[in-house]
C-alpha cells in the first residue's frame, strides 16, 4: 500500500474505521478525543485526505489493540516478507529514536553542566569583587555589582547568595544615605536568611537593620533587631549588638543607660577565646562609642583623651573608618576646647582625606565641623558659604541626620548674623527634623538656639528653664551651661545672676567646654559689676580676655567684652580706687589685634 497516493490513503483509512469500529468507542468524535486531535481530523484521515504521521498512526495503533503492521500491509500481508521487512525497519526507526534522543539528553546535560559552572563560576567571582569593594568602602561600585550578583544568584537557586547580594546593597545604600533602599534590602537579606536557617546571615542583617532603623527615627523597631542578638551564641553578635543599643540610647537621650550598655558590651569583649586580632578591632568600635558619648555630655576634655585612645586602638586593628572617625572627633574636641589652631588644621587634613577616600559621610561632617570653626572664628561671609554648600550636598544624599546637621549650621550662621527671619527658619527646620528622628540632643540644640533668638518672646526666660532642666536631666552639660549663661544675663537680681554664672562656670570648666567657661565668666563679671564689685569684675574680664586664641573669634563674646570694660571703666572713674592698668592695657590689645586682622584681609 503505497501511502503516497489517494487510494493508498483511503486504504488506510478504511482499516483505521474498521480498527476503531471493533473498540468499545461508541462513535469516530469519541475515538477523536481520545486521541487528543479534532473531529475534523479524524474524518479527514478516514476519508484519506490527509496523510497520517508515523507517530500518530503507533497511537491509533495502541488505542485499538491492533499492531502497526495491521494499519499498513492488512491481515494477508503480516506473515509475509513485506512485513517482516517493515518490522525490521520499525526497529531499526525505533533504535535510531532512541540513540538520538539519548544523544540530545546528553548535550543537553552537557551544557546545562557547563551553564551551571559558569553561573557558580561567575556568583563566586561578583561574591568576591562585592567584598572587595565593601572593605574598601566603595558604595557606588558595591551598588553596581549587588545587581548582577542577584540577577546569577536567582538563576542558580542559591538562597544563600541572594541573601548575602541583599546584605551588601543594603550596606551600600546605608553609606550613600538612601536609607529607605538600605531597609529594603536588609528586610529581604533578613527574610532570606531566616528562610534557610543560616544564623550568620540572619546576625549580620539584624546589625545592619539596627543602624538603619535608627537613622530613620525608628527606635523602637531598632531595639527589637538588636536584643535578640544581645543573648546570641556567637561572641561578635553580642558585643556588636549591645554597642549598637548604646548609640540607639545615646541617640534618643538615655546616656546612662547608654554607658551600662557600653561597660556590658566590655564584658563580652573581653570574655571568650577570641583572637587577639578580633578583640583588638572590638575594643575599637568600643573606643569609638565611647566618645560619642563624651561628645553627647559636652565633656571636651574627656572627649580629646577618648579620640587619642581611640586613634591608638583603630591604627593596631588597621580600621582606616575608625581612624577617620577619631581624626573627626579630635577635631570637634580640638573645636570646643578653643584650641581653633589645633581645629582648623586638623579639618583641612579631614577635606583633603575625605576627598581621596571617596568618604562623602566624612566630607560632610568635616564641612560641618570647619564651617563652625570659620563662625567661631568670626568669618561669617565664609561660614555662610560652606554652610549652605554642605546643607545642598546633604539634601541630595540623605533627609536623615546630616541634613538636619546642615540646618542647624546654617541657622547657627544666620544668628550670628543677626538675621532672624533667616535663622528661624533653619533652626525650626533642624528641630523638627531631629524631633522626628528621635535625635534627642540636635532636637534640644535646636530648642535652645531657638529660645536664644526670640529673646522677645514673653515667655522666653520660661524656655530657658525648661531647656536647662531637661539638658540637666538627659545630662548635656554643655547645653545646660549655656542655658544658665542666658538666664544669668537675663536675671532680675544680681545675685541670681552671679549665682547662675557660677553654676554655668563650673559646669563649662568641669566638661572642658572652653566657649562655655569663657561666656561664664563674662555673665559673672556682669553680674559682680551688677553688685558693684568691680574689682571682681575686672579681674574676671582680664583673666577671660587673656585666654582668649589670638585670632578674632566669637564676635558675639568680643562684643559683650568690650561692652563689658567700657563700662567698668566708666565705672572706676567715678570710684575711689583705680581701675587696674590690664583693663586699660585691653583695649590697646583690642586695638592692634583687629588692625592686625584687618591688615591680613
Not at 276 to 303: E, F, M, Q, T
Amino acid at each position: 500500500m503505497d501511502l503516497r497516493t489517494p487510494k493508498g490513503r483511503q486504504e488506510l483509512g478504511k482499516r483505521i474505521q474498521a480498527a476503531v469500529a471493533d473498540t468499545d468507542y461508541d462513535s469516530l468524535p469519541a475515538f477523536a478525543r481520545h486521541l487528543g486531535c479534532s473531529r475534523a481530523l479524524i474524518y479527514q484521515y478516514v476519508k484519506g485526505d490527509v496523510l497520517v504521521q508515523l507517530d500518530r498512526l503507533q497511537e491509533i495503533a495502541d488505542l485499538t489493540g491492533r499492531p502497526l503492521a495491521w494499519f499498513l500491509l492488512g491481515e494477508s500481508g503480516l506473515e509475509g516478507s513485506d512485513a517482516q521487512q517493515l518490522r525490521a525497519e520499525l526497529d531499526r526507526c525505533r533504535e535510531a529514536t532512541t540513540a538520538a534522543e539519548q544523544a540530545l539528553a546528553h548535550e543537553r546535560g552537557r551544557r546545562a553542566a557547563e551553564t551551571d559552572q559558569y553561573r557558580h563560576t561567575l556568583a563566586q567571582d561578583l561574591r568576591e569583587i562585592c567584598l572587595a569593594y565593601r572593605h574598601a568602602e566603595d558604595a557606588a561600585a558595591l551598588l553596581e555589582a549587588c545587581p548582577r550578583w542577584l540577577e546569577i544568584a536567582r538563576a542558580l537557586g542559591d538562597q544563600s547568595a541572594l541573601a548575602a547580594a541583599h546584605l551588601h546593597m543594603g550596606h551600600a545604600w546605608y553609606q550613600v544615605g538612601n536609607l529607605d533602599m538600605a531597609l529594603r534590602a536588609l528586610q529581604e537579606a533578613l527574610r532570606l536568611a531566616q528562610d534557610t536557617a543560616d544564623l550568620p546571615a540572619e546576625y549580620s542583617a539584624r546589625q545592619e537593620l539596627v543602624r538603619v532603623l535608627q537613622g530613620l527615627g525608628r527606635s523602637a523597631e531598632a531595639r527589637e533587631q538588636a536584643l535578640p542578638l544581645t543573648t546570641a551564641e556567637r561572641w561578635w553578635p553580642r558585643w556588636a549588638a549591645l554597642v549598637a543599643l548604646a548609640a540607639l540610647e545615646e541617640q534618643t537621650g538615655h546616656l546612662p543607660a547608654a554607658e551600662q550598655a557600653l561597660d556590658q558590651a566590655a564584658a563580652v569583649v573581653d570574655s571568650g577565646e577570641e583572637s587577639p586580632d578580633r578583640r583588638a578591632l572590638a575594643r575599637a568600635y568600643l573606643a569609638s562609642n565611647r566618645v560619642n558619648l563624651a561628645l553627647a555630655r559636652g565633656h571636651y576634655h574627656l572627649a580629646l583623651a577618648l579620640s587619642d585612645n581611640l586613634h591608638a586602638l583603630a591604627s593596631a586593628a588597621d580600621l582606616p573608618d575608625q581612624i577617620r572617625e577619631a581624626a573627626l572627633d579630635t577635631a570637634l574636641a580640638d573645636l570646643r576646647t578653643g584650641r581653633l589652631a589645633a581645629a582648623g588644621d586638623h579639618l583641612e587634613r579631614l577635606q583633603e582625606w575625605s576627598a581621596l577616600a571617596g568618604d562623602q559621610r566624612l566630607a560632610l561632617l568635616a564641612s560641618l565641623f570647619h564651617t563652625e570653626y570659620l563662625r567661631r572664628c568670626g568669618d561669617l561671609p565664609a561660614a555662610k558659604r560652606e554652610a549652605l554648600a554642605a546643607l545642598e550636598q546633604a539634601a541630595e544624599g540623605s533627609s536623615g541626620h546630616p541634613l538636619a546637621e546642615a540646618e542647624l549650621a546654617v541657622g547657627e550662621v544666620y544668628r550670628a548674623e543677626g538675621k532672624t527671619e533667616e535663622a528661624l527658619h533653619y533652626l525650626q527646620r533642624c528641630r523638627a527634623r531631629a524631633q522626628r528622628l528621635e535625635l534627642h540632643r540636635l532636637a534640644t540644640r535646636a530648642a535652645l538656639s531657638l529660645a536664644l533668638l526670640e529673646d522677645s518672646a514673653p515667655d522666653a526666660r520660661q524656655q530657658l528653664r525648661d531647656i536647662a532642666r531637661l539638658a540637666k536631666a538627659t545630662g548635656y552639660d554643655d547645653l545646660q551651661a549655656e542655658c544658665l549663661v542666658a538666664l544669668s544675663e537675663r536675671a532680675r537680681s544680681a545675685r541670681s545672676a552671679l549665682k547662675l554664672a557660677q553654676q554655668a562656670a563650673a559646669l563649662s570648666s568641669a566638661a572642658g567646654d572652653f566657649w562655655g567657661e569663657l561666656a561664664a565668666a563674662l555673665a559673672a563679671a556682669a553680674a559682680h559689676l551688677r553688685l558693684g564689685e568691680l574689682t571682681q569684675a575686672a579681674q574676671l574680664l582680664i583673666d577671660a580676655h587673656s585666654r582668649r586664641p589670638a585670632a578674632p573669634c566669637r564676635p558675639d563674646l568680643t562684643a559683650a567684652e568690650r561692652s563689658l570694660q567700657e563700662s567698668l571703666l566708666a565705672a572706676f572713674a567715678t570710684a575711689e580706687e583705680p581701675a587696674p592698668p590690664a583693663l586699660r592695657l585691653m583695649t590697646d590689645a583690642g586695638n592692634e589685634r583687629a588692625q592686625l586682622s584687618e591688615e591680613e584681609s
